[in-house]
């Protein structure tokens, strides 16, 4: 008699579906199996989560062994760039950087004023030496 319980534990454990179905006493039948996972989504989402939240302290410990043990630079800066990350210290999204003048300064009026935006780019022009265009009147 097929145990759709054993067939949820296996698939959260291994992520194989024809696996998952002998465990669960199912014909195999790869069909049946994406039938059965479409069917207990919620259930094995929930568990996936579960587990994840339990092995984060011990995924945290290897990362952090590979960051000041790993023999390869490469590693060790991987595995200092994912911490950085996870700790909320993005890296650089050079995309991010890709507005014009124009929009950067009609968010920058949008935000302050056309009277701030003026009195922010002066101020920023006498304390440092910028060149670039003036806020234009719109």
């Not at 069917?39 to 996936?48: A, G, H, L």
């Not at 800066?77 to 991010?96: C, N, Q, S, W």
């Not at 014009?100 to 030496?129: H, I, N, P, W, Y």
């Amino acid at each position: 008699m097929p145990d759709s319980e054993l067939f949820i534990e296996k698939y959260v454990e291994t992520g194989d579906i024809l696996c998952s179905l002998e465990e669960g006493g199912y014909k195999l039948n790869k069909t049946t199996g994406y039938n059965l996972r479409r069917k207990f989504q919620d259930e094995i989402q929930k568990r996936v989560h579960e587990r994840l939240r339990g092995s984060g302290p011990k995924a945290l410990s290897v990362v952090e062994h590979l960051m000041v043990g790993a023999d390869s630079e490469t590693v060790r800066l991987g595995a200092a760039k994912d911490m950085l990350d996870r700790g909320g210290y993005k890296v650089y999204e050079e995309e991010r950087m890709g507005k014009t003048v124009e929009e950067m300064e009609q968010q920058l009026v949008a935000l302050v004023g056309k009277d701030g935006a003026k009195m922010l780019v002066s101020s920023v022009r006498t304390r440092k030496s910028v060149s670039g265009p003036e806020l234009t009147e719109a």
